[in-house]
């Protein structure tokens, strides 16, 4: 299986930051191929990583700085999907001088306590819970899969041609190092799916109030794989907006306001 995969600017066009994105359950890098494209050509370097959920923050930021090199285009934000949004959290929390992390996409995060497709367990789940208490007793075939995850027709067909792809993930157990809260104190853009069937969004919305710099985007009728789903080009527009935000200002000033029924 692939480890990395690299999309970059064309040329001439001067990178304006770095993306290192961290693939959930089930997923590789080129999962990613439509989303490292396009925030490529908007200039933004993109790393997907061949990580998987048991990498701790160690691991992760290790191949993360491997893959970023030693001199990359700032501002270094990791970008996670599932089970990879909760490892962006944990990794952006463990600060390391040597990857400047200034910035966490948490896109569609996998659940970290009870809901429509977790375990019996209910409230937050602590580093004292076992993993079997996150298990779930669904199992929701490859059609039932799919419909949670994306209502996108080419991603759907994409996954379901994609033979490195590892069907029944999305229902297996969140590795118990990434249940625990964690509060890095660099912006987060979180975005998740209204509709989204794995993970309540109600967790999105606290996960936003306790971080410090949040902001939420949730995607109308959105389903589990916000970065893949029907609303990618959507997802990608807010979150190229928030990168130059960020590039401009690290305290996300707004470059752009929008007046309704202004006259131009």
């Not at 080129?30 to 997907?48: I, K, N, P, S, T």
């Not at 409230?123 to 799919?146: H, I, S």
């Not at 789903?229 to 000033?253: F, I, K, N, Q, Y």
């Amino acid at each position: 299986m692939t480890d990395l995969l690299s999309w970059l600017p064309p040329a001439p066009v001067a990178p304006r930051g770095t993306l290192l994105l961290l693939p959930g359950r089930g997923e590789h890098p080129f999962v990613y191929e439509r989303f490292g494209r396009r925030l490529a050509a908007d200039g933004y370097v993109v790393h997907a990583l061949g990580t998987t959920p048991e990498d701790d923050a160690e691991a992760v930021l290790a191949r993360a700085a491997d893959a970023a090199g030693a001199d990359p285009a700032v501002p270094v934000v990791l970008v996670g999907s599932d089970t990879g949004a909760l490892q962006a959290l944990h990794t952006a929390a463990a600060a390391d001088p040597g990857l400047p992390v200034e910035g966490i996409v948490v896109a569609g995060a996998a659940p970290t306590g009870a809901g429509p497709l977790s375990g019996s367990g209910s409230g937050p789940v602590t580093d004292t819970d076992a993993d079997t208490d996150n298990a779930t007793d669904a199992d929701l075939g490859w059609d039932g899969e799919l419909a949670a995850r994306t209502a996108c027709p080419t991603h759907r067909a994409r996954l379901t041609e994609d033979a490195r792809f590892v069907r029944g993930r999305l229902t297996a157990p969140v590795p118990g190092h990434l249940l625990t809260d964690v509060r890095p104190a660099a912006p987060a853009l979180i975005l998740h799916g209204e509709a989204d069937p794995v993970t309540p969004p109600e967790q999105a919305r606290e996960l936003a109030a306790r971080l410090p710099r949040a902001t939420l985007g949730v995607v109308h009728d959105g389903l589990h794989d916000v970065l893949n789903d029907a609303s990618h080009r959507t997802a990608a527009a807010v979150l190229v907006l928030w990168l130059e935000r960020l590039r401009a200002d690290p305290g996300l000033s707004p470059i752009l306001t929008i007046e309704q029924g202004a006259a131009l």
